[in-house]
């Protein structure tokens, strides 16, 4: 984004990042464009990329938790075939020290 002076109106891919970067609410949106009321054309718009951009970000969110609940439960599975692996490998050890005798 490029510097823009304290009275310069923000584009509208600006105000719809602001909206989103800042955590605003639908109802603080007429207070973003320089402090000026956007007209209800551009409130309008900058409301609809700001519930896509939240819709999204939901996605996201929600997909990440899932990815990290498989990886986790993937995890744990290789841990325990770790933990089998190693007792199989004692057991071997074990019968191969009694035939040496």
């Keep these: 984004m490029t510097h823009r002076g304290p009275f310069q109106p923000l584009t509208f891919c600006d105000s719809v990042i602001h909206v989103a970067r800042f955590g605003m609410d639908e109802g603080e949106v007429?207070?973003?464009?320089?402090?000026?009321?956007?007209?209800?054309?551009?409130?309008?718009?900058?409301?609809?990329?700001?519930?896509?951009?939240?819709?999204?970000?939901?996605?996201?969110?929600?997909?990440?938790?899932?990815?990290?609940?498989?990886?986790?439960?993937?995890?744990?599975?290789?841990?325990?075939?770790?933990?089998?692996?190693?007792n199989l490998n004692q057991q071997l050890q074990n019968d191969l020290n009694m035939v040496r005798g």
Excluded: C, W
Aim: aromatic fraction near 6%; charge should be positive; avoid cysteine.
């Design 30 to 86: 007429s207070y973003i464009d320089g402090g000026s009321n956007p007209s209800g054309s551009h409130r309008k718009a900058i409301l609809m990329s700001f519930r896509k951009y939240k819709i999204l970000e939901s996605k996201t969110e929600s997909a990440l938790k899932t990815t990290l609940a498989v990886k986790e439960e993937k995890i744990a599975m290789l841990e325990a075939q770790v933990k089998d692996s190693l």
